[in-house]
């Protein structure tokens, strides 16, 4: 009941996150966009038509503030599990928190959840949809940590994620989107913002 509730006052403040939740939730777009995110090597490895939209939230309210959240999950070609979460942000000032960590917390809260459901852990692959005014700057676990010494950063969780700024994409990038949906999509989301 708190979740739904949350859910409707954060949709009270943007309601832009009910339009990007629903066409995130369309597994071909969903795909186009995990397809220009992920390098090469890596979509060779999954199996992209096992990947089916999860309705769970992994988001607390503090990070729901930034971000929206839509939940893949599928398998790599090997049968191993794997989910692909594409994380929407729609604010264009910058979180109280840097990304890295809300991001750490919420692959902790990923993995805990599918624990309690007797699971063992899947590989969660973060993709941020930024659509923020100011360029997106990627921050990892060195560049925060960094200045305590290697010998110092093997006690810090090490984790990437994806970014995939909107208003930077380039024209390779538009030509790896397959469907006219994702064109128009994305073209949705820049006038939104303006």
């Not at 971000?67 to 604010?91: A, M, P, S, W």
């Not at 909107?166 to 939104?192: K, P, W």
Request: net charge negative; aromatic share 10%.
């Amino acid at each position: 009941m708190a979740k739904k509730k949350t859910w409707e006052i954060r949709s009270l403040h943007h309601p832009h996150d009910k339009y990007a939740r629903s066409v995130l939730q369309n597994r071909e777009l969903a795909t186009d966009m995990i397809r220009l995110s992920l390098p090469d090597h890596l979509l060779d490895s999954i199996d992209l038509t096992s990947l089916t939209p999860g309705k769970e939230s992994f988001l607390g309210e503090q990070m729901a503030e930034h971000f929206l959240d839509v939940c893949y999950t599928g398998q790599l070609k090997n049968g191993e599990r794997l989910r692909v979460n594409i994380l929407f942000e729609h604010k264009s000032t910058d979180p109280d928190t840097p990304v890295y960590h809300q991001l750490l917390r919420y692959i902790v809260q990923i993995n805990s959840h599918e624990l309690q459901q007797g699971s063992p852990p899947a590989v969660v692959m973060p993709i941020l949809l930024y659509q923020g005014e100011k360029p997106f700057r990627k921050e990892l676990a060195a560049d925060i940590y960094g200045h305590y010494g290697s010998d110092y950063l093997r006690f810090v969780p090490d984790f990437d994620y994806f970014v995939t700024d909107i208003n930077d994409m380039t024209t390779r990038e538009y030509a790896r989107l397959v469907s006219e949906l994702t064109h128009l999509f994305i073209q949705a989301l820049l006038c939104g913002r303006n």
